[in-house]
């Protein structure tokens, strides 16, 4: 079994999302001793946003620079980890109501036509099914659905849509609600999102 593991705050050591993200993977090597763990930290090695010379190159087109083609053959290196994992944990803070730049650029990189989905006569169809995602959402306020502010929830609800379109229904969130609002309201969102992935199933 895989395990893809990717943290995309940029707070590094102070980040919620890491924390949780590092107790959800913990407990998964715990029920799978043998699992086989690939890292991504987009905080310290962001891929590049999507250009005008990353779709030539798609097209054929030599990359103008060796930094493109580094930076395209990193691309690759993310959808190759995408594809081969059984189960994503996915650290993702809400940044200004939606994820942060750099998740939306790996994003970006493992929605990929006729990879992780196709267009058919029925519309799109995902090809990515059969993995379980689970993301370690951190937020400073509070965007549940009962939450005055849910409509500004464009983090979760993204990430749900993303996944879908690409054949992943088997998603978890596990989240840390209003860590900005007081130190006490922190320190009680980590501890109970960090029980509640301590108890996630297999």
């Known amino acids: 079994m895989k395990l ?68 395209l053959e990193r691309g690759r290196a993310a959808l ?23 998740l939306k650029a790996w994003i970006d990189r493992v929605c990929v036509a006729g990879q992780t989905f196709r267009y058919g006569p029925q519309g799109p169809e995902g090809l990515a099914g059969g993995k379980k995602v689970i993301v370690a959402s951190s937020r400073g306020g509070f965007y549940g659905p009962q939450s005055p502010a849910a409509a500004l929830d464009h983090q979760e609800s993204y990430l749900r849509g993303v996944f879908n379109f690409l054949g992943i229904t088997d998603i978890t969130f596990v ?6 609002i007081s130190p006490a309201q922190r320190e009680a969102a980590l501890a109970a999102a960090a029980a509640e992935a301590a108890q996630l199933a297999a």
Do not use: K
């Open 4 to 71: 893809l593991h990717v943290d995309a705050s940029i707070l590094g050591q102070n980040s919620i999302s890491r924390q949780l993200t590092a107790v959800i993977v913990e407990r998964f090597r715990g029920l799978h001793p043998d699992m086989d763990v690939q890292y991504a930290d987009l905080g310290a090695e962001p891929l590049g946003h999507l250009s005008g010379a990353h779709l030539a190159a798609a097209q054929g087109v030599q990359p103008p620079s060796e930094a493109v083609q580094r930076d």
């Open 80 to 102: 190759r980890d995408f594809l081969a994992a059984d189960i994503i944990v996915i650290g993702a803070p809400m940044y200004n109501f939606s994820v942060s730049s750099q």
């Open 175 to 180: 989240r840390a609600e209003g860590v900005n």
